[in-house]
Structures are given as C-alpha cells and as structure tokens.
C-alpha cells in the first residue's frame, strides 16, 4: 500500500501488533530493540537494529533506514528526535511529534498541559522527596493520597498510595530517586479508557468508550463497551477526543479515564502509541487499532463516518490479558480452554514465560455481553461445560 518504510521504537507486543497490521497492508517495518525481540520475529530483515530505544546511537541508526519513525513505548530518548527532526526536516516523520511524547513521558508535565486545554483531571501537585513536603500535600488532599512518579511509570510501578501519615517514609523509600507529584485520590465507580486516533491534517475519531478492570495495577480484563449508559459513553469519548486534539503528530492515543460517583469523568493518563484497552479491536473492529495507527502515519484512508465502530456482527467484546503464571507455561491452561471457546481468539506475544509477565491476551466476540461473560466463565475454567 505504500513504499515508505516505518521505523518503530520498540519491538514488544505492541510492536509486534503493529508489524501485524502494517505486514498484511505490505509496509515494511525496522525495529529496534533487542534480537529476536517479539516484533522482529514476525518481520525477517537484516536492516532491524539491535539496541535500546533510550540510546541516541541506535536511534540515530534506525532513522537512517526509515522514512518514517514511530513507537511503541513513550519512554523513548526524545533529546535524539528533536535533533533528528531539525536534521532531516521533510526527509523523516516523526508520529507522534517529539513535543507530545516529551511532553506526555512525563506525567506531572502532561497533566499540567491537559489543564490548560481545560480537561478535567485529579488535582495534582508536584512535590519534593522529603517527609514534611508529602505531609504538606497529606494536609492539602487528606489520605489516602497518590503519590507518583512523573517519568518511567508503567503497570503502577512508580505509584505509592499514601493511606496515612505514617506510612510517608515508607512512600519516599519505595520511590526514592524518582521525581514526583501527588495526586487527591479518585474514590472512582470504574475505570474507562478511549483509543482515539488523529490524523495527520488534525482531525480526530474514536473507538467505543471501554472498561477496563486492573489487578494489581496491571489491566486485567476490558469490556468493549463499557457497561455504562450511552450519555456516560459518550462523555467520555468527548472527553478523549477533546483531550487528544490539543496533541500534534498521528497515530492512536490511548485515554484512560475515571469515572466518579457523580458521573464526572476525570482523565488519568494519556499514552501516544496502542494501548492495551484497544486490543480487542483487533478481532471485533474491521480497523483494528494498529491498522489505524498504520494507516495514520502514513496517510492512509481510513472511513469517515462511523468507520472505528465495532462490526455489527460482534457488537459486544471482552479482552482477558494473558500473565506468566506462577508455574512456566502454566498460563496456556488459559489459552487451550479458549481454543475451544466460540468467538474467542488467542493472541500470544513469543515472550519467554515469567510470573506475572503480559505474554498475550484472548479476544472474545458475541452479539451481546451476556454471551461474551459466557464463554469468559469458560476460559477462566469456572464452567463446567467444554463447548458453547
Ligand atoms: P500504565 O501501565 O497504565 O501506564 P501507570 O503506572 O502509568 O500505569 P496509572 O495509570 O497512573 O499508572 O495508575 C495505575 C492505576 O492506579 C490506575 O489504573 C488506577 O487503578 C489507580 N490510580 C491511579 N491514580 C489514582 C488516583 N488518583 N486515585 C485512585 N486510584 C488511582
Ligand atoms: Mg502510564
Ligand atoms: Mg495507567
């Protein structure tokens, strides 16, 4: 479909999802991150470069062989794509723009931005590492309280709840070197996220408002859509567009939001790149999330109206993410219940198995919700039945 090459910082599973898309659409991908890193054993090339995504050398080595570079994780060494977007003016694109992804690496400075777009969020504030600053911020919002982490955060690691006064050393010790900001705790009813996706002249659409559900910090399962009202949908897709118009560059956004007691939505966080909420787009959605962050940075048609909506024959979708489980391989007990489940699809990452680790997730389609809670029952090994 086109002959530029795409250049993708990061070679996991998002990586790899993304090699997927653009391999059926015939776009050649590079990648750079470690050999046989999960994307580069979908896409044979002796051009794909072997190193890190923080290291200005290997990056400066990948966008000599693209015409366009992308990522699949924000934090990337962005220093290196501000030079590289001075160098090489039109001979190189960069999706999302080294503004957004700087900007949103670090999370205290996104939310500060998102304010000013006038977005609602959490209250924040930024905070020093020592005792009588966190007790200062204990004072202002009351416990618990969140404290974060502004950069490298993934899966909750760099967040610390501070439920009392007392345990404020312990929040310093477990985020020690890290700079921070704190956050009023959101008593939220569910958690909702939106893929939006922003084309290059600017124009943005969205994907249906899901639900996500953590444990222990880690998505665990999405419901596609949310078990919400429609107005609550619709909110929240408003919200998200809203949010993403105010970024520069292409590609899908992931938003992830809160939703209160009172129906207020307040925005969580913002990630430039697929998300782990939009996989189930994959087997109920025609343009799958990765397809259309494909299909945006190169400039690709992509449906006007209505064309990120769910297929009318798989109204309902449930994503269960796949984990290491505590034995090696014990996790694809999951994956074989699934092979005999209808309207269920199993997607794993070629990772090596390790607790806890995201080595795939499992796609479940029906026409209704109902169903699709069914055949989950069936996966999860808490039904009896073999077949549906
Ligand atoms: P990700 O892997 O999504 O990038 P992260 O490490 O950036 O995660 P957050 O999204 O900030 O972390 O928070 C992880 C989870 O912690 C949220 O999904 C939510 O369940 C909970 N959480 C975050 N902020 C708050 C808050 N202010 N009040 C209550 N719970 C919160
Ligand atoms: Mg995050
Ligand atoms: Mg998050």
């Known amino acids: 479909m086109d002959s530029r090459v795409v250049g993708i910082l990061g070679g996991g599973q998002l990586g790899r999802m993304l090699v997927e898309a653009a391999n059926r659409l015939d776009v050649e991908t590079l990648i750079l991150d470690a050999e046989n890193a999960p994307a580069k054993q979908i896409r044979s090339s002796e051009k794909h470069v072997t190193g890190s995504f923080a290291d200005e050398k290997s990056v400066r080595e990948l966008a000599e062989k693209v015409d366009i570079l992308t990522i699949e994780i924000e934090h990337v060494d962005t220093t290196v794509l501000f030079e590289l977007e001075k160098e090489k003016g039109d001979k190189l694109e960069i999706h999302p723009s080294p503004a957004t992804i700087r900007l949103i690496q670090d999370k205290y400075l996104q939310k500060e931005f998102l304010i000013e777009k006038g977005i609602t969020t959490a209250d924040c504030i930024k905070v020093e590492s020592t005792e009588q600053a966190l007790a200062e911020v204990g004072e202002k919002y009351g416990y618990p309280y969140m404290l974060k982490s502004r950069t490298q955060a993934y899966d909750g690691r760099g967040n610390f709840v501070v439920s009392s006064a007392e345990h404020i050393p312990e929040a310093l010790k477990a985020l020690h070197s890290r700079p921070l900001y704190a956050e009023k705790?959101?008593?939220f009813t569910k958690e909702l996220a939106v893929m939006v996706l922003r084309e290059k002249d600017g124009i943005v659409s969205s994907y249906p408002t899901v639900e996500t559900i953590q444990q222990n910090n880690i998505c665990h399962l999405v419901y596609a859509p949310a078990r919400v009202p429609d107005s609550v949908q619709l909110k929240a897709r408003n919200l998200a567009e809203r949010a993403i118009a105010s970024f520069s560059g292409a590609g899908v956004y992931g938003v992830e939001m809160?939703?209160?007691?009172?129906?207020?939505?307040?925005?969580?966080?913002?990630?430039?790149?697929?998300?782990?909420?939009?996989?189930?787009?994959?087997?109920?959605?025609?343009?799958?999330?990765?397809?259309?962050?494909?299909?945006?940075?190169?400039?690709?048609?992509?449906?006007?109206?209505?064309?990120?909506?769910?297929?009318?024959?798989?109204?309902?979708?449930?994503?269960?993410?796949?984990?290491?489980?505590?034995?090696?391989?014990?996790?694809?007990e999951l994956c074989r219940r699934a092979l005999t489940t209808k309207g269920a699809t199993v997607h794993l990452y070629g990772k090596g198995t390790r607790p806890g680790r995201k080595m795939g997730h499992i796609n479940i389609v029906a026409g209704s919700m109902d169903e699709c809670e069914t055949r989950l029952a069936q996966i999860q090994g808490e039904d009896s039945e073999t077949e549906t």
């Open 185 to 187: 705790w959101c008593p």
């Open 258 to 332: 809160f939703l209160l007691p009172s129906g207020e939505i307040l925005l969580n966080e913002i990630a430039p790149r697929p998300h782990n909420s939009g996989h189930y787009t994959i087997d109920a959605c025609a343009t799958s999330q990765f397809e259309a962050h494909m299909r945006a940075i190169l400039g690709l048609p992509i449906p006007k109206k209505n064309g990120l909506s769910m297929s009318t024959a798989y109204t309902n979708a449930i994503m269960l993410n796949v984990l290491g489980g505590v034995k090696p391989n014990s996790e694809l």
